[in-house]
């Protein structure tokens, strides 16, 4: 009893202090996306930058960028939405250096798309937040079809690799809103962090409590029984 009081102590115990770790490094993170998010746009990183791009370091940044929309390159990746069936719709923009940075010019809903606006002709400017390539789907989500120009996640490298654009920024940039009435309808990142570790370190935490009071009853007992002998 000895031995699985102390494993279920200590287990429990480093269970809700890791998690309190977790819930500072969340928390961490929260505040360091919202000054992001929320900063003055910065130019947009270029090749020089790109190997050194992280999902921690980067993601949700300010950007902006300079240079011109590829006409009639627009790639719809299948999004389920609040208006039914919908697509983000991603643009090839050709930065002043020549490299090339995916814009999502926002989403459409499928029974929009024959209304939607096309991107501006001239050069312009582009601001936005960096977003990290998804390599990953979401749930039952349908697998990319490349060779059938068919995306359901927005995987940059394998959409720049199939149009063939080089080079190719990694990330792609969320433009801002702009019109809040046109399609494709920009502006629409999400950004929200789940953040449950003060609950799973309580949970944790009461586990530990619980043991050791479990434990204390027990020896209790042990001693109850051995005066009375």
């Known amino acids: 009893m000895t031995l699985a009081a102390a494993i279920g102590l200590g287990g429990f115990s480093a269970l809700a202090v890791w998690q309190v770790k977790r819930l500072h490094w969340k928390l961490g993170l929260i505040e ?26 980067d993601e949700y940044r300010h950007v902006s960028l300079a240079g011109e929309y590829l006409q009639d390159a627009d790639i719809p990746v299948y999004v389920p939405s609040d208006w039914g069936p919908a697509y983000w719709i991603l643009t090839p923009f050709k930065r002043d250096d020549g490299s090339i940075v995916m814009v999502n010019r926002g989403m459409v809903p499928e029974t929009e798309l024959g209304t939607m606006d096309a991107p501006p002709m001239d050069a312009t400017t582009v601001t936005g937040l960096l977003r990290i390539s998804e390599d990953k789907g979401w749930l039952f989500s349908q697998d990319n079809r490349p060779e059938d120009r068919k995306w359901y996640r927005r995987d940059i490298g394998s959409i720049t ?10 990330y792609f940039v969320d433009a801002d809103l702009t019109d809040p009435e046109a399609w494709p309808r920009a502006g ?13 370190a309580l949970t944790w935490g009461a586990l530990a409590l619980l043991v050791a009071g479990g434990y204390g009853l027990f020896l209790r007992q042990e001693f109850r029984g051995r005066d009375g002998e």
């Open 32 to 57: 360091r996306v919202d000054a992001r998010v929320h900063a003055p746009p910065v130019p947009a990183p270029g090749q020089a930058d790109w190997p050194g791009i992280t999902r921690e370091g």
């Open 188 to 200: 629409m990142t999400v950004v929200k962090f789940r953040n449950a570790h003060l609950s799973y």
């Open 161 to 170: 690799a199939t149009l063939g654009y080089e080079p190719a920024a990694p």
